[in-house]
């Protein structure tokens, strides 16, 4: 039973991979070896276990055209003409067909994605236990902070039927809440001298949470009047004095010279900011805290909150694959076979029609762009793509970039050098979203957590799916039923400054093969639950959604040099509309947010509009 339950595929993935990574580089792989069978034939890909997110077979054309490798469409390959065409088909790239059609409801319309999915980052994870569906996030977790939207987003969400309303009945907090579930900490002997997970963060009274961990009288002492106390630990400064300061220190480094905790309390601390930022409290300012408390410390000092604070419920089960989905329902119906929208969250789109011969929307997945090119008559633009190892052509008379900004300069090699630069400044994040089929929670329980934060192990954050039923979909509330476990793992390099940690946590993620993830997960599991726990026997299927690209790049004060304007910041440079060719992707906002996306295409599609009337 249990490890003999891990689907073949798991199994297979994990020690191919584990192969590949000792004994063949990916470049070997990629020039040396005929094209692999990739996921991209399986007739569903969110129900694909093993490594997911940035799966192989997704990115090795990219990386050999950044490594100098050319493609050509040759006389045989395939020539297509349509309005437009898209490359990239998360939400950006997908609400840009979205808006360009309904400017046009006649356009056709090509959109590419090198993965096997659509959705980009808002990627669905699908298992069946126990004759049911479970169904997960492996990526874009929530809609979050909905009031903040643009009104361009709200109005799309509206149109694609989100509700936001439901929400507030279907994310149920007292499914976790009646069995006395909080969030707890794991504080590992390596850093803290023993390893003991403490439930009651958050909600036991501060004193009692800090006599059960193995923290010093003073570290406890410290922990309590962060939380309790409401300090100007700036006192005689005001308040554009203490924004510059605070712009300008770190929260690690609040904390120990301004607030003066004691050192101990940063082992607790570094990692609570990784999974929200991708980076540990060495590594972004204060200020940050001020504008959006979830760390303690400001309050006193500074709060000058950045957007209005709302309830983190409004979370679909497979997160904002939702969207992505009501997009490709919208876009292509006959692929989607769902009378409305609610209808969408479990039909089972047919992946053979997203691009059907003849259909006004055709989505081509697993085919990546390789060159975008105004052409020379200002005719429209012509976008060469690897499918298979095929490279293929089309000519169209728009042309969307809604992939990542790293990749334009080598697709579109004409830009002005300070364009290019503006593209290449934002560093993506990467980061690590990992779901685990369990076959029942019971462990959980008795530990008395449905959340447990490690601020020094391989998966920061650990907890148990949000307890959303919607749209006939129904979460798991007996601690006997089938539940995903969501493990989130960012790679923390405090010793690299700046965005070049990102770089760094990007060749370590492609490096780690799926075994070695598995392995630590379930070692992991087992150090922090204790004897109640066995792997073995409780888990069920793993997918690791892999995101060496992760989260957009974000400013950071602590870095980035003051711009004179907003027209100088690197990403507004970037995104200038080159001839016919505009540039949507959350990176050109830098902005990690799904509505960013929209916004973003929805001024790309604008832009290409306004330079069609002139
Ligand atoms: C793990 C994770 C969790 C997140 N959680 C949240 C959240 O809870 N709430 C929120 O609002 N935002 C969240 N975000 C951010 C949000 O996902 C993004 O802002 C948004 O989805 C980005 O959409 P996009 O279309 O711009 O980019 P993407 O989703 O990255 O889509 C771009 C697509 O273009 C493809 N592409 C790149 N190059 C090429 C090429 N040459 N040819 C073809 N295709 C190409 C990419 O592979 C990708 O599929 C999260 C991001 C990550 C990574």
């Known amino acids: 039973m249990g490890r003999r339950e891990i689907t073949r595929r798991d199994f297979l993935n994990g020690t191919r991979i584990a192969l590949t990574g000792a004994a063949l580089s990916p470049w070997v792989e990629l020039f040396g070896a005929p094209a692999p069978a990739f996921a991209a034939n399986d007739p569903f890909p969110p129900a694909l276990t093993g490594m997911r997110g940035s799966h192989d077979g997704s990115w090795e054309v990219a990386h050999a055209l950044v490594a100098g490798r050319r493609f050509e469409a040759g006389a045989a390959a395939r020539h297509e003409s349509v309005d437009l065409v898209v490359v990239g088909a998360g939400i950006s790239g997908l609400a840009a067909a979205w808006f360009y059609r309904k400017a046009r409801p006649g356009a056709r319309i090509l959109i590419l994605d090198n993965h096997d999915d ?118 005689g400064l005001s308040r554009d004095e203490k924004v510059a300061l605070l712009e300008k220190t770190s929260y690690e480094d609040f904390l120990l010279r301004h607030a ?36 303690p410390g400001l309050e006193g000092t500074l709060v000058e909150r950045a957007r209005p604070e709302e309830p983190y419920i409004f979370h ?45 929307v055709r989505i081509r997945l697993s085919s990546t762009a390789v060159a975008a090119r105004n052409a020379a008559d200002g005719a429209g633009v012509d976008v060469t793509y690897v499918r298979d190892g095929v490279v293929g052509s089309v000519r169209a008379r728009d042309c969307v970039l809604a992939c990542w900004n790293s990749v334009i300069p080598y697709l579109c090699p004409e830009l002005p050098d300070r364009q290019k630069r503006g593209l290449a400044y934002g560093v993506k994040a990467p ?25 020094n192990e391989t998966y920061s954050f650990v907890r148990l799916d949000f307890p959303v039923s919607l749209d006939g979909y129904r979460a798991p509330k007996s601690p006997d039923e089938p539940i995903l476990l969501h493990l989130v793992h960012v790679p923390h390099h405090p010793e690299t400054p700046g965005a070049e940690q990102w770089r760094a946590g990007r060749r370590a993620l492609l490096a780690t093969s799926f075994a070695s993830y598995e392995a630590k997960l379930r070692e992991q599991l087992g150090r922090m639950l204790g004897p109640g726990f066995d792997g073995d026997e409780a888990i069920l299927a793993i997918t690791l959604n892999r995101w060496p690209h992760g989260y957009a790049y974000q400013p950071n004060t602590l870095w980035d040099p003051p711009w004179a304007s907003e027209a100088e910041r690197p990403w507004v440079v970037g995104r200038q509309r080159f001839g016919r060719i505009a540039i949507a992707n959350a990176d050109a906002a830098a902005n990690a947010y799904t509505d960013a996306a929209i916004d973003q295409a929805h001024r790309a599609v604008g832009e290409l509009l306004a330079g069609a009337s002139r």
Not at 344 to 353: E, H
Not at 438 to 443: H, P, Q, T, Y
Request: charged share 20%; with cysteine.
């Open 260 to 295: 003066r905790v004691d050192p101990e309390l940063l082992r607790l601390y570094r990692g609570m900011s990784l999974e929200y930022l991708a980076l540990g409290a060495d590594s972004f300012p204060a200020y940050w805290i001020s504008q959006e408390p979830f760390l």
């Open 118 to 235: 659509f959705g980009g980052h808002a990627k669905r994870n699908e298992f069946e236990a126990a004759g049911r569906t479970l169904i997960g996030y492996g990526g874009t977790e929530s809609i979050d902070g909905p009031a903040s939207y643009s009104a361009v987003a709200k109005e799309l969400l509206r149109e694609l039927g989100v509700d936001l309303e439901v929400f507030h009945q279907a994310f149920d907090a007292s499914v976790y809440e009646s069995l006395g579930l909080s969030v707890g900490v794991f504080f590992d002997r390596e850093s803290f001298g023993v390893d003991r997970l403490v439930a009651g963060y958050g909600s036991l009274p501060w004193p009692e949470f800090a006599a059960r961990t193995p923290l010093s009288a003073r570290a406890c002492a410290d922990l309590v009047r962060l939380h309790t106390e409401s300090r100007d630990y700036l006192p």
């Open 431 to 455: 980061l690590v979203y990992v779901n685990a089929l369990l076959r029942g929670w019971r462990a959980f329980v008795d530990a008395g957590v449905q959340e447990i934060y490690a601020p």
């Open 316 to 360: 679909f089960p497979d997160g904002n694959a939702s969207i992505a989905r009501r997009l490709v329902w919208s876009l292509v119906p006959s692929a989607v076979a769902a009378r409305s929208a609610e209808a969408v969250l479990l039909a089972r789109p047919s992946y053979g029609l997203l691009d059907a011969e003849g259909a006004p």
